[in-house]
């Protein structure tokens, strides 16, 4: 069975993807100040977590180790406010892509768990 990576075509899918997302990152007023000024880099790390997550090339463990999501997204507090922008920011840019409904419906799963996940801050703490 073809990966994710495959099905769209390599490299080229999720660069424009994560153009597509950054670009309303860059207009978004409750994302965009947990961003560095020059976009670059986030542009290009998260299109190669990507890639290597949805099978393509190894590149972005070669250069940045581990992915370590949580451990990197720490030093931003992420509440329900943040998880709920990137989330319409990067639900837009995959509904923006055209994929295949499969890879959609994968892809939008997956980016919803993963929002959700990287919440750091507001959440209840149950003691025993």
């Known amino acids: 069975m073809p990966s994710v990576y495959e099905v769209v075509g390599g490299d080229g899918f999720f660069v424009e993807l994560v153009d597509r997302f950054y670009d309303g990152v860059a207009q978004d007023p409750v994302l965009r100040p947990l961003y560095p000024d020059d976009l670059t880099d986030s542009r290009a790390h998260l299109a190669g977590f990507l890639i290597q997550y949805w099978g393509g090339p190894g590149t972005y463990s070669e250069q940045r180790g581990h992915p370590r999501l949580r451990l990197r997204h720490a030093p931003f507090a ?29 892809l939008l799963a997956y980016f919803d768990q993963a929002a959700t996940a990287m919440i750091n ?7 025993g």
């Not at 801050?121 to 003691?127: C, D, E, P, Y």
């Open 121 to 127: 801050t507001g959440l209840s703490q149950f003691t």
């Open 78 to 106: 992420i509440g329900r406010v943040e998880r709920d922008a990137w989330w319409t920011r990067m639900e837009a840019a995959v509904r923006s892509m055209d994929a295949v409904p499969e890879v959609e419906d994968e």
